[in-house]
Nanobody, 124 residues
Framework: VQLQASGGGLVQAGGSLRLSCAAS????????MGWYRQAPGKERELVAG???????NYADSVKGRFAIARDNAKNTVYLQMNSLKPEDTAVYYC???????????????????WGQGTEVTVSS
């Protein structure tokens, strides 16, 4: 199972970016998905999460500016980031709680998988 993130880049303050993260491999089911970020010298923090049913939660610092969404048919999670600020600069990681398909009739336990990270830089 792999998570492939894309969409990062350099943007001016006030601009927008959309991150995507697609899960692939032998997947039985995907439960919670989310986006985390880690700025230089800081710990990784949860930015936004979404359940399989579409219930979302956000860090206070991004509420009203970021929106998380998912496409269950495509095993993909998105993060729309608007009104970006320099303090949003970080490496963004997607994560998903996935049960692997082991055989045609058996699935493994749910575990968290991480994407490789995509860098977001917001200039002032």
């Amino acid at each position: 199972v792999q998570l492939q993130a894309s969409g990062g880049g350099l943007v001016q303050a006030g601009g927008s970016l959309r991150l995507s993260c697609a899960a692939s491999g032998s997947i039985f089911s995907i439960n919670d998905m989310g986006w985390y970020r880690q700025a230089p010298g800081k710990e990784r923090e949860l930015v936004a999460g979404i359940t399989r049913g579409g219930i979302t939660n956000y860090a206070d610092s991004v509420k009203g500016r970021f929106a998380i969404a998912r496409d269950n048919a495509k095993n993909t999670v998105y993060l729309q980031m608007n009104s970006l600020k320099p303090e949003d600069t970080a490496v963004y990681y997607c994560a998903a709680d996935i049960r692997r398909q082991i055989t045609t009739v058996a699935a493994g336990r749910s575990r968290k998988y991480w994407g490789q990270g995509t860098e977001v830089t917001v200039s002032s």
